[in-house]
């Protein structure tokens, strides 16, 4: 499978975490039930089905877009060494995603541009690193564009969203050293961040959720973060997944975003679709079906 190399002029590579069964269908998706699910078997078995285990397959990972002016870092994962107890794949970590990311021909000072699409604990992990018992930020030379929507959400001082004790851990582990750093933009509404990259809000999941939309030549894609899960839910628009924070509003985003993908071609690159990773979208009846071929 070829997967995503570039966009257009835009150089493209994928620094994954961890991959596997890991998603428990019922548990993500609440929706999911064996009536609707067997007539899909036959394209989602093996990459994005596992029948052994019962779960569907994903990825933890990070993008990450080389143009001509900048290096950018979209998602830091589950990161290494953070507190999150009761969830044995984040807790205490110990992943190869820094190996992975010098691998990949990278090393944290060429970032130039962190992005998170939103700041849930698997897409901030990595911004900051443990250092002498302190937080901080992986990225020395880095600005991190974060939504202002979502710090003022997850923020324990101004959201008070931190009923999962892990939350507010997390903000204060992931988030708040790159605030302190002075290393932190907040973006508010479109915002272009060079020529054919820009960031847009896509609400739903978390209400500060951002998506970035890279275009070049005649090559278009939309980083979709967690918008969706799994491809069945490009066939499912109306299937939410369990930590979705406005269902109804994530459902609207997710038909947006498919129907961009229809008109303008562009690709969705989603944060945790198993490989290829990415797909193409066309419709199909009243809803919409993944293609991919890419
Ligand atoms: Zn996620």
Excluded at 11 to 16: C, G, K, L, M, Q
Excluded at 79 to 106: I, S
Excluded at 275 to 280: G, R
Aim: aromatic share 8%; hydrophobic share 40%; with cysteine.
């Amino acid at each position: 499978m070829a997967g995503v190399k570039n966009i257009g002029d835009i150089a493209v590579a994928r620094i994954e975490e961890l991959g596997g069964p890991v998603f428990g269908p019922q548990s993500l998706i609440p929706d999911w039930n064996d009536a609707d699910v067997a007539p899909h078997m036959k394209w989602m078995v093996p990459d994005h089905f596992d029948p052994a285990s019962g779960n569907m397959c994903g990825v933890f990972q990070s993008w990450l877009l080389k143009t001509k002016h900048h290096t950018i870092l979209i998602d830091t994962c589950v990161g290494n060494d953070k507190d999150r107890p009761g969830f044995d794949r984040f807790h205490r970590a110990k992943h190869p995603w820094m190996e992975n990311l010098l691998k990949a021909g990278y090393h944290p000072n060429d970032i130039d541009i962190v992005m998170c699409t939103h700041l849930h604990v698997d897409h901030v992990g990595w911004n900051t690193k443990l250092e002498n018992g302190r937080w901080v930020p992986t990225f020395p030379k880095a600005r991190y564009l974060f939504a202002k929507a979502d710090r003022d959400y997850w923020d324990p001082k101004t959201g008070g969203h931190s009923a999962m004790a892990m939350n507010e851990v997390m903000f204060n582990d992931s988030v708040l050293p790159v605030i302190e750093s002075g290393q932190a933009q907040l973006v508010s509404g479109v915002h272009e961040i060079e020529a054919g990259i820009e960031i847009h809000p896509a609400p739903g999941h978390t209400p500060g959720t951002i998506v970035l939309k890279a275009n070049s030549g005649d090559k278009r894609a939309i980083f979709a973060g967690d918008c969706m899960h799994h491809p069945i839910q490009i066939y499912h628009p109306e299937w939410g997944v369990s930590v979705d924070e406005d269902k109804e509003q994530a459902y609207k985003t997710r038909v947006n975003i498919y129907e961009e993908c229809v008109e303008k071609r562009s690709l969705l690159v989603p944060a945790h679709f198993a490989a290829p990773h990415a797909c193409h979208v066309h419709r199909e009846g009243k809803a919409f079906a993944p293609d991919f071929r890419i």
